[in-house]
């Protein structure tokens, strides 16, 4: 921490995410639950009975309420109440309402996201957000959980970072559908920002509380693998405004302006956020010497300090990204940072290292209003399934039993009291 004192407004969010497909289990209907069974499937396990929230959800939120955590980001997965084209799920509904009626009863504001990487596997089969009329069959998704939860939520998230979406399954070949066409992946993003736009439009006409509507925005620090490179530094630049540039400047201007394509004004897209979420892990850097598109990302820092997934712990980034975001003109909410590691004093360390950076941007002036880690539980984190431990709380893969680690407590302090303190790390990182 670069100071031993930090203390958070009064009115400062703090609070942990989930993701409906990583917690909740058995959601059968979706791309995801294909694409672990797949042939050639580049998930390393399916996802299963996941944690069992979905059953589990009133502990699981107790159990938070406990740890001093007021708000947590939950998604809906579209695919329970809508499995095939039409055909609604009253008792899928029915459950979404019991557990936000739970989050509310516990006093814990319920940030709800609409779209969180799966699709229904009717949407998928249709072509998914390749095809900008399909954005269509979103808004009448919108439209129908706006309709029977507007009165319970006023923070809502449609899009969990299009960039990843767009990018690792149709660029790269990761995630769902599997495709490696850098065009595709572009229209895919456009589309996505068209959805976050129309899905704010129908919130705004069809929820009974003033919705606070935003997009949570994949947020790398994109540096060159040797900064004295021309080349280096030029690949760099254009990878970073194919994802972070394209996506903070759409929000600012209203205009899709992809590198090497004519720019798209998108109706609505200017007025559709009243806050950008920022989710940051780590940085990449790249090497315009290591060839073809996709295998240019540098080796890792053999002097950092690495996660789980293979990522470094970089704190330096996160501030230069928080400044972008607020140059948006939009409030920011920090709306995932968190680590997987077995051992618990580094993630102790991790947050309170980003908080340090995070108050820092807050103190020269930015509009940061709160700080959400990933994840409340360990959980299903996609193609890596169940090895990485995001959690502040365990959770037993052969019993589900739930066990708050050293952080949860630490996280929970900071969270009860807005205060963090250099002693506080020191106790939990004993």
Known sequence: MSTSTIEFPADFVFGSATAAHQVEGNNLHNDWWEHERAAGATAVEPSGIACDHYHRF???????????????????????IEPEEGQIQRQEIDH????????????????????HFTLPAWFARRGGFTLAQNVACFRRFVERVAKEYGDQVRYWCTINEPTIHAELGHRFGDFPPRLTDPGLAADVLCNLFRAHAAGTAVLHAHACMTPCVGITLALQAIEPYRPDA???????????????????????????????????VIAGLKEASQFVGVQYYTRVRYDASAGAAGSD???????????????????????????????????????????????DRTRVRFIADHLAVFDQVRREGADLRGYFY?????????????????????????????????????????????????????????
């Open 58 to 80: 009133a502990d699981d939120f107790r159990l938070l309420r406990t740890l001093g955590q007021r708000a947590h980001r939950l998604s809906i997965e579209w695919s329970r």
């Open 96 to 115: 979404y309402r019991a557990v936000l009626d739970c989050l509310r009863q516990l006093d814990i504001e319920p940030w709800v996201t609409l779209h």
């Open 230 to 264: 021309a080349a280096d530094r030029e690949l760099a630049a254009r990878r970073d405004g194919e994802t972070n540039g394209v996506s903070l400047d759409a929000l600012r201007t209203g205009s899709f302006d992809y590198p090497g394509r004519p720019p798209v």
């Open 297 to 343: 990302v540098a080796p890792v820092d053999p002097h950092r300090t690495l996660t789980q997934m293979g990522w470094e712990i970089y704190p330096e980034g996160f501030g230069p990204l928080l400044r972008r975001a607020a140059a948006t003109g939009l409030p920011v909410y920090v709306t995932e940072n968190g680590i997987a590691c077995d051992d």
């Open 374 to 430: 990933w994840s409340a539980l360990d959980n299903f984190e996609w193609n890596f399934g169940y090895r990485p431990r995001f959690g502040l709380i365990a959770v037993d893969r052969t019993t589900l039993t739930r066990a708050p680690r050293p952080s949860a407590y630490f996280f929970g302090e900071i969270a009860r009291t807005h205060r963090l303190t250099a002693e506080m790390v020191a106790t939990y990182t004993k």
